[in-house]
C-alpha cells in the first residue's frame, strides 16, 4: 500500500480524519502504538460538561468558556463544524444507535452513581439520561468487581437535579450461570451474547423488578450483537434498559472501535495496530515519510500528506523526562504547557503542571515551531495531541478530538480554511 | 468518659511501641497500646524496610554495627515471615575512597558481622544491572523487612496476649498526680469521644513525636526529628540490597521490597516530625544519585516518593548538630523519675527499626523494675504470629497463594495480587477506617498504578459489605486519591506521568469521581 495520507493514532480523531478522507476517494493508512484509545473510553461523546460549573446547553456555553482560554483546540473550530462533525458521526455510528445533541447535555450515570454531562450516547444508554429524574433498578453481578450497584444507586439517590425532579434507585444483585472465573467484561459480553444466559439473567431481575421505570446495567450487553442483546432485554423485561460504562477495558469502547474500523475498510482505508511511530524524514518544509517501529522491524512509511492524532500524554504522543522536559516524540515539535501552573497543586483535582500539555497548531491545523511559524506544510495535527484542553475535568475530549479531525481532513480536501 | 485501667500504657504504634507492647505482654502484662492514626503510619510505616546487617555503621558507629548485626540474626528467626532473605552487597565505585573498603572489612570483623568479599565478576553476575565499574564488592547479610507486617505481627501477637490495642486514639492530656504520671486521656480521632487509660507505667514510645508527648507530661525530651527521601520504582532493580561502601551519603542504598525497589535517603533535621513533604530537589538528588550504583538509574520508571522523621536523639543534651549523620543510630530509655523527678515515665527513642526488640527488651526490663516485678524477656525466641515455622517470606508468595486461591475469589489489586478474600481477613482483624489502613495491610494501591483500578473495587465492595456507609465509602475513596497524589506528584514523568493520565482518566473521566455527591 501506498497510502495518499498516513494517519498516526487510532482514536477518536485519528478514525475521524481517517474516514473523512477516505470518504472523498484518498487512500488511507492508519497506525496505532497499542490498540488505540478507543477501548479505554466509554464511548460516549462528550462536549462540554464543566467550565466548571455544570453546562446544560454547551455549544452555546462555549463562546465564554473560551473567552477565558485562548489556548483551548475548540478555538480551531467553530460550532457550526462541531455540530456537523458530531452528525457526521451518529451517522457514521449508526449500527450503535447514537442519539442526542450538541445543543444540550443529557445527565448518565457513572459506576460510581455521580450523574455525568455528555452530548451523545450509544442506543444502549440512551434511556439512562437522568436529567429529568427517574425511578431506576441497578443491576450488579454477583463478583463482577467493576461495578457496585448499591453504591451507585445510594449516590444516584442523592442528586440534585436543576428540574427539581428526584432520582431514585434502589440496588440489586443478581448471579450469573457459569464459571465465576469469567466475570471480566471482555468474557462477560460473549456469555450475555448467549440467548439461554441473557434469559435466566432476565428471569433474576424479574424477581428483584418493582415499581422502577428503568433498569441499569454495566455496559457489558454484548459486543458485536450489543443491539440484540440489548432489545431482548427490554422485551423481556417490558421495560427501558440502559448500560452504565465501567473502567477499562470498555466494552462500549470497543464496540465504536469494531464500527469505526470497519467502516474505514469498507471504505479502502487500513488500520495497522502495534506500529509505534518513531520519527520522520524531511526536506525543505516537507515531511516525506515517517519511521515506524513495527514487532520484528523498522519500516520508513510514506505519504502525500500526514495527521498527528497520537492523543496526549496518556497515550505517548507527549513524553516528559525526568528532567522536566517536554517532548512530542516523532516530529519533536515544541510542546506547550497553555498557562498550567509551573508546580503541582496538592489538591488531586486541581489543574496540575501536566494537565494542558499538547502542540500548538495554526488555524490549518499545521504544528507550529517556536516562532509561531508551522513547520511542515504537509502535517496536521488533532485530538489530544492538541494543548490546551482538560478533557476528563471539563468533560469536552470526544468533541475536540472529533471536531478537530474532522476539521483536519477538511483542510486537507481544501473544503476549510 | 469511660476508664480502662492497665499494668502499662504505651504511646505509639510503630514498630518501638509494637515492639514494647510484645515484649511487655509476653512478660505477662497488660499492656494497652495507643496511636494517634492507624499502626505503622509514622517513620516505621515510611522506611526503605532495610533489615541492617550492620555494614552501614560499620566505620562510624560501631556500637550500632554491632547491635545491628545481632539483632538481625535474632529477627531472623523470630519474625522470619516478615523477612525476604536477599542478602546484601557493599560496593565501592571508582568515585568512592578507595582506601575504605579496607577499613570496612576490618570494621565489619570487629563488629562481629557476617562479611566475604567477592570478585567483582562475582557481583555483577549475581546483580547484571550493577555498575560494571565497580572496583570491590562484599557480601553481607542485609534483607528486606516488611514494617507494617512486621508492626501488624507484633500486634497481633500482643493482643494475643491480652494486649488491648486503640488506633486512632491521640493523647490530648498526660494524667499528672503530683510528680507522678498516671496514665493519659484519649480522643477517639473517628468519633471525638473520650476516654482515660489509668496504667502504673506509662511508656512513651512515640519516635520523633517523642518530645511531644514528653511536653504533656512537662517533661523535655530532646528529640530531632531527621528527614529522610526516599523513591520506589517500579519494580526490583535488584535482587539484593545494594549498598555503596563509603562513609553514609544521599542516596547510596538500593533495598528490593515485595514487587519494588527503593532507593534511599536524605538526612535534614527538620522542626517538626510532621514535615515530610519531599522537595523536588531531593528527590532528583535521589535518581542522579542511583546513576553510581545502576547506571540508567535515573531513567527507570519511579511510582512514588515519600519522606520520613528519623527519630534522632543526641547524647549530648541539645546543642546544634550539624549533620545528622554524627548522630548515633543507637537508642536510649530515658527514666525520668531519675531524670525529672517525675515518676510512672519512661521514654525510648533513637535506635532504628532492625533493633526494635533490643530497645523493647531494653524498656521493659527498666519497666518491670519499677513495677517490681521481675518477669524475664522472652523475645529472643518466641516467634512472631506467622513465622513459627521460621520460613521467610519470598517475593514470589502471594503468587502462589493467588494460583492456590479458591475459583470464585476474584482478584481485586492485579498489581499485588490481592484477593477478596485477602480484603475480607485483614478487615476482620485490624482498623479499616481509611482505605490507606487497608493499603498498609495489603499493599492494595502500591503498585504501578497506583490505585487507579483497586481503589474504587475495595471502597465497593466494603460498601455492600455495609462497612461502609455511603458518604464513608465516597470520603474514603477521595481520600485515598489524594493521599496517593501527594506521592505520584512528585514523580511525575516518564511512565508513570503516563499512568496518573490513565488514572485520571477513570477517576475523572468515567466516574466523574470530583462531582460526586457528598
Known amino acids: 500500500m501506498n497510502p495518499d495520507v498516513v494517519v498516526i493514532g487510532a482514536g477518536t480523531a485519528g478514525m475521524t480524519a481517517a474516514l473523512r478522507l477516505s470518504g472523498t476517494g484518498a487512500t488511507v493508512l492508519v497506525l496505532a502504538e497499542g490498540e488505540g484509545a478507543l477501548p479505554l473510553a466509554p464511548a460516549q461523546v462528550d462536549l462540554l460538561g464543566y467550565t466548571p460549573a455544570l453546562v446544560s446547553e454547551p455549544l452555546r456555553e462555549l463562546a465564554p468558556f473560551l473567552q477565558e482560554r485562548p489556548w483551548h483546540p475548540y478555538r480551531l473550530v467553530t460550532p457550526d463544524e462541531i455540530e456537523a462533525a458530531l452528525g457526521w458521526f451518529a451517522d457514521l455510528a449508526a449500527p450503535l444507535g447514537y442519539v442526542g445533541s450538541a445543543q444540550r447535555n443529557r445527565l448518565q450515570p457513572t459506576a460510581l452513581g455521580a450523574l455525568r454531562p455528555t452530548c451523545l450516547v450509544p442506543e444502549t444508554m440512551a434511556s439512562g439520561d437522568l436529567s429529568e429524574g427517574g425511578e431506576v433498578l441497578v443491576v450488579g453481578l454477583r463478583g463482577f468487581r467493576d461495578f457496585h450497584a448499591q453504591l451507585v444507586a445510594e449516590n444516584l439517590g442523592q442528586a440534585h437535579l436543576a428540574s427539581g425532579a428526584a432520582v431514585g434507585a434502589r440496588a440489586v444483585e443478581v448471579s450469573l450461570v457459569g464459571d465465576p472465573r469469567d466475570l471480566r467484561p471482555q468474557l462477560l459480553v460473549r456469555r450475555l451474547e448467549q440467548r439461554a444466559v441473557l434469559a435466566q439473567l432476565a428471569r433474576e431481575i424479574r424477581t428483584e423488578l418493582g415499581q422502577e421505570t428503568l433498569i441499569a446495567l454495566p455496559a457489558v450487553l454484548g459486543m458485536e450483537r450489543s443491539h440484540?442483546?440489548?432489545?431482548?432485554?427490554?422485551?423481556?423485561?417490558?421495560?427501558?434498559?440502559?448500560?452504565?460504562?465501567?473502567?477499562?477495558?470498555?466494552?462500549?469502547?470497543?464496540?465504536?472501535?469494531?464500527?469505526?474500523?470497519?467502516?474505514?475498510?469498507?471504505?479502502?482505508?487500513?488500520?495497522?495496530?502495534?506500529?509505534?511511530?518513531?520519527?520522520?524524514?524531511?526536506?525543505?518544509?516537507?515531511?516525506?515519510?515517517?519511521?515506524?517501529?513495527?514487532?520484528?522491524?523498522?519500516?520508513?512509511?510514506?505519504?502525500?500528506?500526514?495527521?498527528?492524532?497520537?492523543?496526549?500524554?496518556?497515550?505517548?504522543?507527549?513524553?516528559?523526562?525526568?528532567?522536566?522536559?517536554?517532548?512530542?516524540?516523532?516530529?519533536?515539535?515544541?510542546?506547550?504547557?497553555?498557562?498550567?501552573?509551573?508546580?503541582?497543586?496538592?489538591?488531586?483535582?486541581?489543574?496540575?503542571p501536566l494537565d494542558r500539555l499538547g502542540v500548538s497548531v495554526d488555524s490549518e491545523m499545521r504544528p507550529l515551531g517556536t516562532g509561531g511559524e508551522p513547520l511542515f506544510t504537509n502535517l496536521r495535527a488533532a485530538g489530544a495531541v492538541l494543548g490546551g484542553a482538560e478533557p476528563w475535568r471539563e468533560k469536552s475530549g470526544e468533541g475536540i478530538s472529533l471536531a478537530t479531525g474532522f476539521r483536519a481532513a477538511a483542510v486537507i480536501t481544501g473544503g476549510g480554511g | 468518659?469511660?476508664?480502662?485501667?492497665?499494668?502499662?500504657?504505651?504511646?505509639?504504634?510503630?514498630?518501638?511501641?509494637?515492639?514494647?507492647?510484645?515484649?511487655?505482654?509476653?512478660?505477662?502484662?497488660?499492656?494497652?497500646?495507643?496511636?494517634?492514626?492507624?499502626?505503622?503510619?509514622?517513620?516505621?510505616?515510611?522506611?526503605?524496610?532495610?533489615?541492617?546487617?550492620?555494614?552501614?555503621?560499620?566505620?562510624?558507629?560501631?556500637?550500632?554495627?554491632?547491635?545491628?548485626?545481632?539483632?538481625?540474626?535474632?529477627?531472623?528467626?523470630?519474625?522470619?515471615?516478615?523477612?525476604?532473605?536477599?542478602?546484601?552487597?557493599?560496593?565501592?565505585?571508582?568515585?568512592?575512597?578507595?582506601?575504605?573498603?579496607?577499613?570496612?572489612?576490618?570494621?565489619?570483623?570487629?563488629?562481629?558481622?557476617?562479611?566475604?568479599?567477592?570478585?567483582?565478576?562475582?557481583?555483577?553476575?549475581?546483580?547484571?544491572?550493577?555498575?560494571?565499574?565497580?572496583?570491590?564488592?562484599?557480601?553481607?547479610?542485609?534483607?528486606?523487612?516488611?514494617?507494617?507486617?512486621?508492626?501488624?505481627?507484633?500486634?497481633?501477637?500482643?493482643?494475643?496476649?491480652?494486649?488491648?490495642?486503640?488506633?486512632?486514639?491521640?493523647?490530648?492530656?498526660?494524667?499528672?498526680?503530683?510528680?507522678?504520671?498516671?496514665?493519659?486521656?484519649?480522643?477517639?480521632?473517628?468519633?471525638?469521644?473520650?476516654?482515660?487509660?489509668?496504667?502504673?507505667?506509662?511508656?512513651?514510645?512515640?519516635?520523633?513525636?517523642?518530645?511531644?508527648?514528653?511536653?504533656?507530661?512537662?517533661?523535655?525530651?530532646?528529640?530531632?526529628?531527621?528527614?529522610?527521601?526516599?523513591?520506589?520504582?517500579?519494580?526490583?532493580?535488584?535482587?539484593?540490597?545494594?549498598?555503596?561502601?563509603?562513609?553514609?551519603?544521599?542516596?547510596?542504598?538500593?533495598?528490593?521490597?515485595?514487587?519494588?525497589?527503593?532507593?534511599?535517603?536524605?538526612?535534614?533535621?527538620?522542626?517538626?516530625?510532621?514535615?515530610?513533604?519531599?522537595?523536588?530537589?531531593?528527590?532528583?538528588?535521589?535518581?542522579?544519585?542511583?546513576?553510581?550504583l545502576i547506571p540508567g538509574f535515573k531513567y527507570t520508571r519511579a511510582v512514588r516518593a515519600w519522606a520520613g522523621s528519623r527519630p534522632l536523639l543526641p547524647k549530648a543534651k541539645s546543642g546544634a548538630v550539624a549533620d545528622d549523620r554524627e548522630v548515633t543510630r543507637s537508642h536510649s530509655v530515658l527514666d525520668h523519675e531519675e531524670r525529672d523527678g517525675v515518676a510512672g515515665l519512661v521514654t525510648v527513642a533513637g535506635g532504628k527499626f532492625t533493633t526494635l526488640r533490643l530497645m523493647a527488651e531494653d524498656t521493659v526490663d527498666m519497666v518491670t523494675r519499677k513495677l517490681g516485678?521481675?518477669?524475664?524477656?522472652?523475645?529472643?525466641?518466641?516467634?512472631?504470629?506467622?513465622?513459627?515455622?521460621?520460613?521467610?517470606?519470598?517475593?514470589?508468595?502471594?503468587?502462589?497463594?493467588?494460583?492456590?486461591?479458591?475459583?470464585?475469589?476474584?482478584?481485586?489489586?492485579?498489581?499485588?495480587?490481592?484477593?477478596?478474600?485477602?480484603?475480607?481477613?485483614?478487615?476482620?482483624?485490624?482498623?479499616?477506617?481509611?482505605?490507606?489502613?487497608?493499603?498498609?495491610?495489603?499493599?492494595?494501591?502500591?503498585?504501578?498504578?497506583?490505585?487507579?483500578?483497586?481503589?474504587?473495587?475495595?471502597?465497593?465492595?466494603?460498601?455492600?459489605?455495609?462497612?461502609?456507609?455511603?458518604?464513608?465509602?465516597?470520603?474514603?475513596?477521595?481520600?485515598?486519591?489524594?493521599?496517593?497524589?501527594?506521592?505520584?506528584?512528585?514523580?511525575?514523568?516518564?511512565?508513570?506521568?503516563?499512568?496518573?493520565?490513565?488514572?485520571?482518566?477513570i477517576f475523572e473521566g468515567v466516574y466523574d469521581l470530583e462531582h460526586l455527591p457528598e
Open chain 1, 228 to 352: 440484540e442483546v440489548w432489545q431482548r432485554l427490554q422485551e423481556l423485561l417490558g421495560r427501558p434498559v440502559f448500560e452504565i460504562p465501567t473502567p477499562p477495558p470498555s466494552q462500549p469502547g470497543q464496540r465504536l472501535q469494531q464500527v469505526l474500523f470497519r467502516a474505514l475498510r469498507r471504505q479502502g482505508g487500513e488500520v495497522r495496530l502495534g506500529a509505534k511511530a518513531t520519527g520522520f524524514r524531511g526536506t525543505g518544509g516537507r515531511v516525506e515519510s515517517i519511521t515506524v517501529q513495527l514487532a520484528s522491524r523498522e519500516v520508513q512509511v510514506s505519504a502525500g500528506e500526514f495527521i498527528l492524532a497520537s492523543g496526549g500524554l496518556g497515550t505517548g504522543g507527549v513524553t516528559v523526562d525526568p528532567d522536566g522536559g517536554l517532548h512530542e516524540p516523532v516530529f519533536d515539535l515544541p510542546v506547550t504547557t497553555a498557562g498550567a501552573p509551573g508546580q503541582p497543586s496538592a489538591e488531586y483535582f486541581a489543574t496540575q
Open chain 2, 1 to 292: 468518659m469511660a476508664t480502662l485501667d492497665t499494668d502499662v500504657l504505651v504511646i505509639g504504634g510503630g514498630s518501638t511501641g509494637a515492639g514494647v507492647a510484645w515484649d511487655s505482654a509476653l512478660r505477662g502484662l497488660h499492656v494497652t497500646l495507643v496511636d494517634r492514626q492507624d499502626f505503622a503510619t509514622g517513620t516505621s510505616g515510611r522506611f526503605h524496610g532495610l533489615l541492617h546487617s550492620g555494614g552501614r555503621y560499620a566505620v562510624k558507629d560501631p556500637s550500632s554495627a554491632r547491635e545491628c548485626a545481632s539483632e538481625n540474626r535474632i529477627l531472623r528467626q523470630v519474625a522470619a515471615d516478615c523477612i525476604e532473605d536477599t542478602g546484601g552487597l557493599f560496593v565501592s565505585v571508582p568515585e568512592d575512597d578507595q582506601e575504605y573498603p579496607d577499613r570496612f572489612l576490618r570494621s565489619c570483623r570487629g563488629a562481629e558481622m557476617e562479611v566475604e568479599e567477592i570478585p567483582v565478576a562475582e557481583a555483577l553476575r549475581l546483580e547484571p544491572l550493577l555498575n560494571p565499574r565497580i572496583t570491590r564488592a562484599f557480601r553481607v547479610s542485609d534483607g528486606s523487612i516488611d514494617s507494617w507486617k512486621t508492626v501488624s505481627a507484633l500486634l497481633r501477637g500482643a493482643q494475643a496476649h491480652g494486649a488491648r490495642v486503640l488506633p486512632y486514639h491521640k493523647v490530648v492530656r498526660v494524667v499528672r498526680q503530683g510528680d507522678r504520671v498516671q496514665g493519659a486521656v484519649l480522643e477517639d480521632q473517628r468519633t471525638g469521644e473520650q476516654v482515660t487509660v489509668t496504667a502504673a507505667c506509662t511508656v512513651n514510645a512515640a519516635g520523633a513525636w517523642s518530645g511531644q508527648v514528653a511536653a504533656l507530661a512537662g517533661c523535655e525530651v530532646g528529640v530531632m526529628p531527621g528527614k529522610g527521601v526516599m523513591v520506589a520504582i517500579n519494580h526490583r532493580l535488584a535482587n539484593s540490597v545494594v549498598n555503596r561502601c563509603h562513609l553514609p551519603g544521599d542516596g547510596d542504598i538500593i533495598v528490593p521490597v515485595r514487587t519494588v525497589c527503593v532507593i534511599g535517603t536524605t538526612d535534614h533535621p527538620v522542626a517538626d516530625p510532621d514535615d515530610t513533604e519531599p522537595r523536588p530537589e531531593e528527590i532528583h538528588q535521589m535518581m542522579e544519585a542511583g546513576e553510581a
Open chain 2, 373 to 505: 516485678r521481675e518477669l524475664a524477656c522472652q523475645t529472643k525466641t518466641e516467634p512472631l504470629p506467622g513465622s513459627e515455622s521460621h520460613r521467610y517470606y519470598w517475593v514470589g508468595n502471594r503468587q502462589e497463594e493467588a494460583e492456590a486461591d479458591e475459583p470464585d475469589d476474584p482478584l481485586i489489586c492485579e498489581c499485588e495480587l490481592v484477593s477478596q478474600q485477602d480484603l475480607q481477613t485483614v478487615v476482620a482483624r485490624r482498623p479499616a477506617w481509611n482505605l490507606d489502613d487497608i493499603r498498609r495491610a495489603l499493599r492494595v494501591g502500591m503498585g504501578p498504578c497506583q490505585g487507579g483500578f483497586c481503589a474504587f473495587r475495595v471502597a465497593g465492595i466494603l460498601h455492600a459489605q455495609q462497612r461502609y456507609d455511603r458518604p464513608e465509602a465516597n470520603r474514603a475513596l477521595r481520600d485515598f486519591v489524594q493521599e496517593r497524589w501527594k506521592g505520584v506528584k512528585l514523580v511525575s514523568w516518564g511512565h508513570q506521568a503516563r499512568q496518573d493520565r490513565l488514572d485520571r482518566w
